[in-house]
């Protein structure tokens, strides 16, 4: 018997569920207890989901209203003393309410609270609350919730597997807080303590086997922390329970010894990133162990090659017998629900495609195929999946031979500005005439009911094309007379006639599809819904021109043109899986360059290329960073490099560790970068004591996913703090991100704030 099993599911709900009774909590429209049974009803569905697919354990601990990394700080009381949680840690059940203060600075109870820092997990477009790690911080176990959704999950008469974020890739993704430096290890024994008591609280409930999630692994690791995790996993045997040790979005590499000799029931590999560690994993494994192999896709939506599958992990199935599971690489929360309410997209394409739903019967057929033991079923869905495969391949909708020919004869001039920045900066000062401490945004305005609702009547026809546009342009005109009224000075149209960043122009592309319900969570209550690029891109017709265009006429300020850029417009989609992602980036740049270049004749003489997702692309392992920095830069250049000096071309960056590679940023050669500082204290300034930034910054001062007001004087304070490191009239004052999840009575009100700030600072440097 091979077993099946997954390490986690979405939990947002096939429609958001989530989402809407988080907001509706948050907004005081729905009480606690309506909350609740939201969260229960999707769990039920979810577990009857893997159960109904015939997974021999569901799976308990994935769910969480906000975060899961955050759930395990509540789980360890590792709760900051701003959130005036003594009295709930001492009674062992920290408030949901505290949980969202922590994660948002706001709750319905409770003293607002400047939230926990925000990052990407990993490699990927999840966000997740880092932990806050204070020397002689004292765990204790706060929270209940694990074990009352055990019990539920059993009360449904399911067979349950725990799964948690281990203890060291916890303390790996937290940050050391306080005026003193110390080594994080140093709590380690604390939070053991803790994990060792959950262990036994769930061993007398009668869980068998417990998956500690330990992506640190996939990392190079420093010699102590290789220590650190012998050490843990050997205080932790004996616990009561198995330990499955789960590892993912990359190989083990040189910890791939360290793995295997961890004193645990279990590994789990990630066999679609690095499946060639998998012989060699087999055998070295203690015949005691069980090997888990996350053989179908958890990351993308390309239906598994389950023929090729199963010969490729034949010999692994026939070595280890019983000992094998099968499982996805990771958990799914990174792919949608179910691909069985896409009824609008073409049978073919359609078929091509598998979300988590469809995993889960992917993951089960495998394992019975590997057995031996299948069942009709079974053979129907491997009759499909041969079929569809070969459609893909064969398919004449992948490939343009126009984009490949105009990609082979690009040379190294298509990627350079005519001059370099110093000269630039003194046209663009001229054509410009900003101030010291200029202000702007990011792009984005409130994407309001009536805009939404606009946009979905479209959408259905019940709103003409013209009408349509009458409104995106009435609501242009009121962000332009905004701006102005508030004394900004680099203006943005707001973006209202856009539904994503990606989304938008992916629609305006050839090679990428999109889905009605294909929605992925990013953080908190906050989803996107990724397209699906799969085949050759390229651009048929302005994308953003007319729009810019009109803005720019209502006003005599400076309208900056808003574009997402082409490492993003790789990264937020599900990308074909079967050409190089370097090749299939520099086609997006390309088109994009189109947009650039047309956006300039038109008279636009700012332009942002949106690159949030520039350090989440990069790999896990440093030795494989240059490769893909070369190409991203490259990307990003290749899409820019088509304008005049006298046009400054800007860049926005958020919510990830970008010091390590704030080199290859300043390669972008962007005149301007805005960046998310805010919620990390202008942490990124510290990259700036040993690397000179050659070009311009706005380093955001205040935090857009907080409702609280930021007060002029905070912001001044940051951006004086910016100035002991960066030259003033290098320095620009703008939000940490795009405003567009923000309502207008908060919006208004802290860009006043900022403007307010950024005369101060005017006044003082005068």
């Given at each position: ?283 070295r494994l203690l015949p005691h162990k069980v090997l888990s192999l996350g053989v179908i896709d958890g990351r993308n939506i390309w239906r598994a090659d389950l023929a090729a599958l199963r010969d490729q992990w034949t010999n692994a199935a026939s070595r280890l017998g019983e000992r094998l599971w099968i499982a996805p690489s990771c958990s799914l929360l990174h792919v949608p629900v179910d691909l069985e309410r896409e009824t609008e997209l073409d ?246 360059r189109d947009e650039v270049c047309d956006l300039e004749a038109a008279g636009i003489r700012a332009i942002q290329i949106d690159e949030p997702a520039l350090r989440e692309g990069l790999p896990l392992r440093k030795a494989e960073w240059q490769e893909y920095l070369d190409w991203a830069v490259e990307a990003f250049r290749l899409s820019a490099s088509c304008v005049a000096d006298a046009t400054q071309i800007h860049t926005h960056m958020c919510y ?79 939000p940490d991100c795009g405003l567009k999840t923000r309502q207008w009575e908060e919006v208004t009100p802290a860009l006043a704030n900022m403007v307010q700030a950024a005369k101060e600072l005017r006044r003082r440097h005068a």
């Open positions: 018997m091979t077993f099946s099993h997954i390490l986690g599911y979405p939990r947002i709900g096939a429609d958001r569920e989530l989402k809407r009774a988080t907001e509706a909590y948050w907004k005081g429209d729905a009480d606690r207890a309506s909350l609740e049974a939201t969260g229960r009803e999707l769990r039920k569905r979810h577990w009857q989901d893997q159960r109904e697919a015939g997974l021999d354990l569901v799976t308990v601990g994935d769910f969480a209203f906000y975060d899961q990394v955050l759930n395990v700080s509540l789980l360890l009381g590792a709760v900051p003393a701003r959130f005036a949680a003594k009295a709930e840690l001492e009674r062992g059940e920290v408030d949901l309410d505290t949980a969202f203060r922590m994660a948002r600075g706001r709750a319905p109870s409770g003293e607002p609270a400047a939230a926990c820092e925000m990052t990407k997990y990993f490699d990927t477009n999840y966000h997740y609350l880092v932990p806050e790690l204070h020397q002689g911080q004292d765990f204790r176990l706060a929270s209940t919730r694990l074990f009352d959704e055990v019990v539920e999950a059993q009360q449904q008469g399911h067979a349950v597997k725990v799964a948690l974020v281990g203890p060291l890739t916890w303390l790996w993704l937290g940050k050391e807080r306080g005026e003193s430096s110390f080594d994080r290890l140093a709590l380690l024994d604390g939070v053991l303590a803790v994990y060792a008591e959950v262990f036994a609280r769930l061993a007398k409930l009668g869980v068998e086997w417990v998956q500690l999630d330990e992506p640190a692994l996939a990392q190079d690791l420093p010699g102590d922390w290789k220590v650190a995790f012998e050490r843990a996993y050997h205080h932790l045997q004996g616990s009561g329970v198995k330990l499955l040790v789960a590892n993912y979005f990359g190989g083990l590499g040189d910890n791939l010894t360290l793995a295997v000799n961890l004193p645990v029931a279990g590994l789990h590999l990630d066999a679609v990133r690095a499946p060639q560690e998998v012989e060699t994993v087999v055998d049978a073919e394409f359609r078929s091509w495609l598998a979300f988590a739903r469809q995993k889960l019967d992917e993951t089960v057929t495998l394992a019975r195929l590997l057995a031996g033991r299948v069942r009709p079923e079974d053979e129907a869905l491997l009759a499909a999946c041969v079929q569809a495969i070969a459609s893909r391949r064969e398919s004449p909708r992948i490939h343009r031979p126009e984009v490949g020919a105009r990609l082979a004869a690009l040379g190294e001039a298509d990627s350079q500005r005519p001059s370099p920045y110093l000269q630039r900066a003194e046209q663009q000062r001229r054509a410009l005439g900003l101030p010291l401490f200029p202000t702007t945004t990011i792009g984005s305005f409130p994407q309001t009911a009536e805009i939404r609702a606009a946009r979905r009547d479209h959408k259905a026809g019940r709103l003409s094309a013209d009408d349509y546009h009458t409104r995106m342009r009435e609501e242009i005109a009121q962000a332009v007379r905004l701006q102005e009224e508030l004394g900004l000075d680099m203006l943005v149209h707001g973006e209202a006639e856009r539904n994503d960043m990606v989304e938008y122009f992916g629609e305006q592309l050839d090679g990428y599809a999109f889905t009605r319900f294909g929605w992925v969570q990013s953080y908190g209550s906050r989803c996107v819904k990724p397209p699906i690029l799969f085949g050759d891109v390229s651009r048929p017709a302005p994308m953003t021109v007319e729009w810019s265009r009109y803005a720019q006429s209502l006003t005599g300020a400076p309208m900056m043109g808003m574009l997402t850029g082409p490492v993003t417009m790789l990264q937020w989609a599900f990308v074909r899986d079967d050409q190089p992602r370097a090749t299939t980036c520099r086609q997006i740049a390309l088109a994009l990830s560790e970008f010091n390590d590679i704030i080199a290859s940023i300043a390669e972008l050669d962007a005149d301007v970068i805005t960046i998310e500082t805010s919620r990390s204290d202008m942490e990124l300034l510290d990259a700036f004591r040993d690397f000179d930034y050659p070009n311009e910054i706005g380093p955001g001062v205040y935090d857009i996913h907080s409702p609280n007001l930021p007060e002029v004087d905070w912001m001044v304070a940051l951006m004086e703090k910016a100035a002991e490191r960066i030259s003033l009239e290098r320095l620009w004052v703008n």
